[in-house]
């Protein structure tokens, strides 16, 4: 008879009275559900009923793409006629191109996503198989055009048939089609695209003192490693072709940031980077020095304006025309976000007026922040947070000063969507005006310039999302709640009235899989008196009578709220991680966006709190209502600002959450961004920095962290994360740390990394060793089968 190894058995024992009930969770069954419900495969379950137009040329007629589990289809849209109708005869179509190509294809699956219509609609355009294609619709004969059409590398289409010759860089064509821009050897070129002549416009340009140049990223010269070509030019041309506004860009005392890529493909040795990477530590910013040319003459008109900064890379200066051509206006935010002004100057002498401004004590935010032009610029409708809520103002365009606030009250305009000129009238989006609704849902008004005549045109209480017609007399409203399928109608923009549904979400396959519809809550923050709001996920298999780890998504930028308001909730990532044997969670607490000003300043130059504690109040409360909620063992993860909070959590308040998973973190605020953190936590740098760095609270490590990083993160930079490591290190705490070669700052979805992070939590909340050699395929089969179609 053998002995019983009386230390293995009390083992044993107490792994079973830690997960309780829940011994059964973070089974391999349990991943291949998780699996079957991550975003990419739930997805799949749901005819989303979404309409994203795309309205042909001016007119009222759009066509729209209608995507299914199995299959899509286009559809054309007539606002005036009030019809809609297959955008051409699918079936025809697939067996003239099956014909044309040597290839198969049905009509519930073409071969492209996206279509062209001209010939006043008689023929329709789009890229297939790497040709572009056209296409008659009165006889069904499709004719390859030549190769397909990409984008430009900067996400610019490109224009026109011109094509860059050896050691030029990409292009862009001027409205009249008679001139082509581009770039050569750091400065700025034109050439005919009747005779090929080609002007220089500038003739000093260098590598760090370059014309027309975008700032590149970490991302743009990794792929310009793998071939792909550097970015264009990036140039305004004039309504009438006559003139081009751009920048000279420079970075000479700007110290450059390197990275490593270790494992890059098709060689054996590290791929060292240098490029620039605006910093809050850095005193001296890259900038660009607005410019105008005049074509014919060549002549260089110097702006009388500083240079602009440059918060972030991926680009520089954009500068718009007004519609008469006499000038150029563009926007400039000071560091450290205290003032932003609207600039414009003049054409011809260059002279530079500000035409409104914004100023703050603490920020002017950005993500909310609007100036749009009325009349050319004869007047702006400027946001403003000035009484406490984000609202809209009219301010002369000449002199800057008030005319009148347009709209009042505790409630929050959201956005701009659209500015009916002739009538005196704008559209908003706005939020927290309808009695007893949730704060964070949008609904459209129209009210006056003068500030009259304030009227609701969406009345359903949903979160509405909407698309103007190019002449305003339409709406295209999307629409839906956590607990409320999307819907899309047709609108008449004046009273809001409903001309057409267009789709409506069928989630009959959702449903079928077991799905458990996701719960919008509201709890108390810290105080005790502010609302906050959260989402709550169970597992499909949900049983109230077993006892339930938390696991908590967080994100808490102050530029956006997190926790979803409309019914995307579904295929979130927390529905795959309650599938594994947890409740998952979100919760915006006070900090976060898209309340009023005093909610959202809870924040500034104060990251670490992370409304933490209104999270941690928030469960607390809706344990009390739930008892299968376990408060012993909550877990935290993040990713980006959200990998600096699931950290912060962890190391500030480790007597509540006991596990972190941690990605692409800013740990750091003084190694991120300046676009970014300069806003938030203010500039210049100060000792609130340091204080808040996870770097410096590293010794207070108690639960369990996970830390993952991509070796060529251009967002984030990787020494944020290894400056971590180095910290832990130091401190002589036990972590763990898996680094991702060759990826940027987007990992967060690959299979290994979900399936390493779903590990984590069930060795360390639900006590039990996960499924061994689990793989994640990249798309898994749906929860239910598909139709066959």
Known sequence: MECIDLKSFLFVVLSLAVTGTASAQGTREDYARAERFLPQNISRLVAEGQVMPNWIDHTARFWYR???????????????????????????????????????????????????????????????????????????????????????????????????????????????????????????????AASGQEIQLTTDGEKAYAYATPLSTLSNLVAQQAGTPPLGPIVSWSPDSTRIATFR????????????????????????????????????????????FEVKTRKRIEVEARPVELFWGGGGPRFSWFKDGRGIYWQEIERGYKRVR???????????????????????????????????????????????????????????????RITSGDWLVR??????????????SGAGKEPGEDPYLRRLYRAGLDGSGLTLLTPESADHAVTFSPDGKFIVD?????????????????????????????????????????????????????????????PSNFDPSKKYPIVEQIYTGPHGFFAPATFSAFRNTCQSIAELGFLSIMIDGMGTNMRSRA???????????????????????????????????????????????????????????????????????????????EQWMGYPVGKHYEEQSNYTLAGNLKGRLLLAVGDVDENVPPVATF?????????????DLIVMP????????????????????????????????????????????????
């Open 66 to 192: 209608k995507d299914t589990p199995s299959d899509k289809q286009f559809l054309l849209v007539d606002a005036e006629q009030r019809s809609s109708r297959a955008a051409f005869d699918h079936e025809r179509l697939a067996a003239t191109l099956s014909r044309a190509t040597g290839k198969s294809y049905r009509a519930q699956a073409l071969p492209f996503d996206a279509i062209t219509f001209s010939s006043e609609g008689k023929v329709i355009e789009f890229d297939a198989e790497g040709s572009h294609w056209s296409c008659d619709l009165s006889a069904y004969e499709c004719a390859s055009r030549g190769p397909a059409r990409p984008a430009a590398p900067d996400g610019f289409a490109r224009r026109g048939t011109g094509r860059p010759e050896a050691g030029e860089r990409d292009i862009t064509r001027s409205p009249d089609g008679a001139w082509v821009a581009f770039l050569r050897d750091y400065n700025l070129w034109l050439r005919s």
């Open 599 to 677: 909610f959202h300043e809870v924040s500034y130059k104060n990251l670490g709190d992370g409304g933490i504690p209104d999270h941690i109040a928030a469960m607390k409360q809706l344990a009390e209502k739930y008892p299968y909620m376990d408060l012993t063992r909550v877990g935290i993860f993040g990713h980006s600002a959200g990998g600096y909070d699931s950290t912060h959590a962890l190391l500030t308040h480790p007597e509540f959450y006991k596990a972190s998973v941690s990605s692409a973190g800013n740990h750091d605020a003084r190694l991120d961004k300046s676009s970014w953190i």
């Open 249 to 292: 860009l420079d970075q000479r005392s700007v110290p450059p940031m390197s990275a490593m890529q270790y494992a890059p493909p098709g060689r054996m040795l590290p791929q060292a980077y240098t490029y620039t990477y605006s910093l809050p530590l850095i005193p001296v910013l890259p900038t660009a020095a607005p410019l105008i």
């Open 342 to 404: 609207l600039l414009a100057a003049d054409a011809v002498t260059g002279k530079v007026c500000s035409m409104v401004e914004e100023r703050a004590e603490t920020y002017v935010d950005m993500s909310k922040f609007s100036a749009r032009m009325v009349k050319d610029g004869a007047e702006v409708i400027m946001s403003s947070e000035r009484d406490g809520f984000n609202h809209l103002y009219l301010f002369d365009g000449k002199s800057g000063a008030l005319k009148n």
């Open 415 to 428: 956005a701009i969507e659209h500015i009916n000129e002739d009538r005196r009238q704008v559209y908003f």
């Open 742 to 789: 060759n990826r940027g700052h987007g990992f967060g979805a690959e299979p290994y990394f979900v399936r390493r992070r779903w590990d984590h939590f069930v060795r360390h909340l639900l006590g039990v060793t996960p499924p061994e050699g689990y793989q994640i395929r990249e798309r898994a089969e749906s929860p239910v089968p598909d139709s066959g179609r």
């Open 723 to 735: 400056r971590m490591v180095d910290a832990l290190i130091k401190a002589n705490k036990d972590f």
């Open 478 to 538: 999307n629409y839906s709640r956590v607990d409320l399928p999307p819907v899309a109608v047709l609108r008449d923009s004046q009273d809001g009235t409903r001309i057409l549904e267009l789709e409506k979400a069928d989630i009959s396959k959702l449903t079928a899989a077991g799905w458990k519809q996701p719960e919008r809550f509201k709890a108390k923050a810290r105080d005790g008196k502010t609302d906050i709001y959260g989402v709550l996920w169970r």
